[in-house]
């Protein structure tokens, strides 16, 4: 047998999952793109939306918007005008400081949020296709993916469990569920970790730095 030539362009795994999550990438904005033209929506307009949908229950002001979806303020500030123009949008005083304006949705943008966020019905199913084990592992990829790119200050401050004062990496022996969340007082899985929780709470660096070591090493040296 000869000589094995190699394939043009060949990548490491490392550049396979990049490329496979630019994919992934485009899939999501032109589907969020579709969805927008439809009900003349961009697809900043509708995370706006649907960023606001989720935090329902908080006071959200222009800035937590900008942060979280990592947008510039003018960028959010002309989307939210447009938004409020249409009726789906309000800006009003907040009640704990009269100082500040917070956004919260009308009836119609909470109708329009849940037309907008179709599109992510096409994600799902293919997340879908992955069996519980493989949704778990790839969670915890997402999951390291997503802290480094924190770290790295591309993204803003994520509300996940492994950066979570309350989050307690392989403290119990039954491997089904070894983490522990100290807010609800009870055992966690791999599939039960979240990416973005309301009851976030960031913890001090240098506690929050050795639980994710414990984490990221799987429990060893403990």
């Known amino acids: 047998m000869g000589k094995r030539l190699p394939i043009q362009g060949e990548k490491?795994?490392?550049?396979?999952?990049?490329v496979g999550l630019g994919k992934i990438a485009v899939a999501l904005r032109s589907q969020a793109w579709e969805?927008?033209?439809?009900?003349?929506?961009?697809?900043?307009?509708?995370?706006?939306l649907a960023f606001l949908a989720e935090r329902s229950?908080?006071?959200?002001r222009l800035n937590d918007v900008a942060g979280a979806l990592c947008l510039t303020a003018a960028t959010v500030s002309d989307a939210v005008m447009t938004l409020v123009e249409k009726q789906l949008v309000k800006k009003q005083r907040s009640e704990k400081d009269q100082r500040a304006l917070v956004l919260t949705l009308t009836a119609a943008g909470r109708r329009e949020v849940l037309e907008t966020r179709g599109w992510t019905e096409v994600i799902e199913a293919g997340v879908n296709s992955l069996t519980p084990d493989e949704q778990a592992v790839f969670l915890r990829g997402l999951t390291?993916?997503?802290h480094s790119l924190q770290a790295q200050g591309v993204i803003s401050v994520?509300?996940?469990c492994a950066g979570c004062t309350y989050f307690q990496p392989y403290v119990h022996t039954d491997t089904a569920?070894?983490?522990?969340?100290?807010?609800?007082?009870?055992?966690?899985?791999?599939?039960q970790l979240r990416l973005d929780c309301p009851d976030f709470v960031p913890g001090g660096e240098m506690e929050l730095q050795r639980r994710w070591d414990v984490f990221v090493s799987g429990g060893e040296g403990r």
């Open 12 to 18: 490491t795994i490392v550049g396979h999952i990049t």
């Open 35 to 48: 969805g927008g033209t439809e009900r003349k929506l961009t697809p900043t307009q509708g995370q706006i």
């Open 57 to 60: 229950a908080e006071s959200v």
């Open 144 to 146: 390291k993916v997503i």
């Open 158 to 160: 994520a509300r996940m």
């Open 177 to 191: 569920k070894p983490h522990h969340c100290g807010l609800v007082n009870k055992p966690l899985g791999e599939g």
